[in-house]
């Protein structure tokens, strides 16, 4: 068993680790290597979604070079399996890049900024992360104009953070590790512009803006609904309705006690089908609007379907059958402090994950990560991604792998920049495709 291997022990498995992959070969990436033609990789994942979306799915990720990596996590994923990994396994993001970690609010109330989206988490190599999320360092200041030595800089600041804190935490004693807190974020000027917006998005904000007073349906005067907005957000028919809300049931169960008592004293008032993302558009994903202690206490729940994982048919998986189950799971493994609220259900032959729409959520925009703010984020991005593998996983192993972090650092540039480029080739391919009308 691990915990009765000393720690140092456990750093010097991890510096053996490099006799299977070198730190330095992480900067490998060859186009001639792949097996796969991305366009038709996308066209499989789009199976079982709603097939009147997958056009809208397309069109953001036309977008741009960003817009497409944000929505193709399955290329990136058959990518990263055609190459030598460490094998240290944590629980993984899956889908890490700029615009993945966000401010919420914890359930204490207060305001924490953290990874904050795990469809396509499961347990893999720790640097399948770090790759991803530095080639979307790379991309996201590509669009906003920053200089190539910028985008260099934040790399090397991002994998300098992520291996100085992984170290920091293979020393620390575990309870300390579990709870690590970083408190410079409002000096971060993208987070700090994060948490000013989550501090505003309020449940009574969210109900002014995505419902409006009830017209039309008997039985509904007097009453506020969701307000549609087709096609990102529809109302569903009464008998749709009852069928997203018999879900709630299963669900309720995967709460913890008090949490089902405190649930509990919430009713539901509407339903509807939301369009959400860029990865996850033609998924279905139903928003349920509920009110507790009147109607200035409302709730939205969203139920997510999650699909299997991206990485799971490259990777031996031993997590959850159900695949709301796996992502909350891997949320609470990763996260500081998840939304209490988070949970899974079943509705026909689909799994979904349950949670929270809006309760002081918000994220950065990309056109925070111009100059300067590019920097302060990738930090923060190291920081908080190296508390996520080192809750879940060993932090001796990858701080023994890393070492002082020079080598991969630089590894991990020439990969990202060389993926960049791919990902850059694979947009103007798909912008080609018969997928995408208009150009």
Not at 158 to 186: E, N, S, T
Request: charged share 25%.
């Amino acid at each position: 068993m691990q915990d009765c291997i000393p720690a140092q022990e456990r750093r010097e498995r991890g510096r053996l680790h490099r006799k299977q992959v070198r730190r330095q070969d992480h900067c490998h990436w060859q186009p001639k290597e792949r097996r796969h033609d991305p366009i038709a990789l996308m066209e499989e994942s789009m199976r079982g979604r709603v097939p009147s979306l997958i056009a809208l799915k397309y069109e953001r990720m036309a977008a741009s070079p960003f817009g497409f990596f944000r929505g193709a996590v399955p290329v990136m994923a058959a990518d990263l399996s055609l190459l030598p990994h460490t094998t240290i396994f944590s629980q993984i993001c899956g889908d890490a890049h700029v615009r993945n970690l966000g401010a919420y609010a914890a359930p204490d109330g207060r305001l924490v900024f953290d990874i904050n989206d795990f469809d396509e988490t499961i347990r893999g190599p720790f640097e399948w992360d770090l790759k991803r999320l530095a080639t979307s360092l790379v991309l996201a200041g590509r669009e906003v104009g920053d200089k190539r030595a910028q985008c260099e800089e934040a790399v090397h600041r991002l994998v300098f953070q992520y291996r100085k804190y992984a170290d920091m935490f293979a020393r620390m004693p575990v309870l300390d590790m579990v709870r690590f807190q970083i408190h410079r974020l409002q000096r971060i000027s993208p987070v700090s512009a994060a948490l000013l917006k989550a501090e505003r998005s309020t449940p009574m904000h969210t109900l002014e803006q995505i419902t409006v007073p009830a017209r039309g349906r008997a039985g509904e005067e007097g009453k506020r609904v969701l307000k549609e907005n087709k096609p990102v957000l529809t109302r569903l028919s009464a008998a749709q309705a009852r069928m997203v809300l018999a879900s709630l049931h299963e669900y309720k169960q995967t709460l913890q006690p008090e949490r089902r008592h405190f649930f509990a004293q919430y009713r539901p008032v509407d339903a509807g089908f939301k369009v959400v993302g860029t990865g996850s558009v033609g998924l279905r994903d139903y928003l349920v609007y509920m009110e507790g202690n009147g109607s200035a206490d409302p709730l939205f729940l969203q139920i997510k379907e999650e699909p299997a994982s991206a990485y799971a048919k490259y990777i031996e998986y031993h997590g959850p059958h159900h695949q709301g189950q796996r992502v909350a799971e891997g949320q609470r493994a990763m996260q500081f402090q998840s939304d209490p609220f988070l949970g899974w259900t079943t509705i026909g032959h689909r799994q979904y994950l349950v949670r929270q729409l809006n309760d002081h959520k918000a994220s950065i925009e990309v056109e925070d990560l111009k100059g300067p703010g590019l920097l302060e984020y990738a930090e923060i991005c190291g920081e908080l991604l190296a508390r996520g593998h080192a809750r879940s996983g060993d932090p001796c192993l990858i701080a023994g792998y890393l070492g002082n972090g020079k080598r991969f650092a630089e590894a991990i540039l020439k990969f990202a920049e060389a993926y960049a480029d791919q990902t850059e080739r694979d947009w103007e391919a798909l912008r080609r495709s018969k997928h995408v009308t208009s150009r």
